[in-house]
Nanobody, 122 residues
């Protein structure tokens, strides 16, 4: 059974930093584009950051609200994707989800983690 397990969430003061990790298992991690999404109470889930597969250059893309503050990276040797979050703001408070997507001529496969809570508050 495919697994995506997030960790690293918690309570942090405004201006602080957190590093989220998402450990993947039971699928070929290196062939999947990886993303982080977040969902705040009463709001829709939004895409925060994406990193393509390494053979496509491992390019990254960020939501405007986190550009310059968040960094997504992946380690294919550890089957793990990271989200380094700096200069955190109260509006970054949300449940953060890891997402894996594989696209081919036969269709699209998508997997989700269970989420990790990030709370930014003084």
């Amino acid at each position: 059974q495919v697994q995506l397990v997030e960790s690293g969430g918690g309570l942090v003061q405004p201006g602080g930093s957190l590093r989220l990790s998402c450990a993947a298992s039971r699928f070929t991690f290196s062939r999947y584009a990886m993303s982080w999404y977040r969902q705040a109470p009463g709001k829709e889930r939004e895409e925060v950051a994406t990193i393509t597969i390494t053979s496509f250059g491992g390019s990254t893309n960020y939501a405007d609200s986190v550009k310059g503050r968040f960094t997504i990276s992946r380690d294919n040797t550890k089957n793990t994707v990271y989200l380094q979050m700096n200069s955190l703001k109260p509006e970054d408070t949300a449940v953060y989800y890891c997402n894996a997507v594989f696209q081919s001529g036969y269709g699209k496969l998508t997997y989700w983690g269970q989420g990790t809570q990030v709370t930014v508050s003084s």
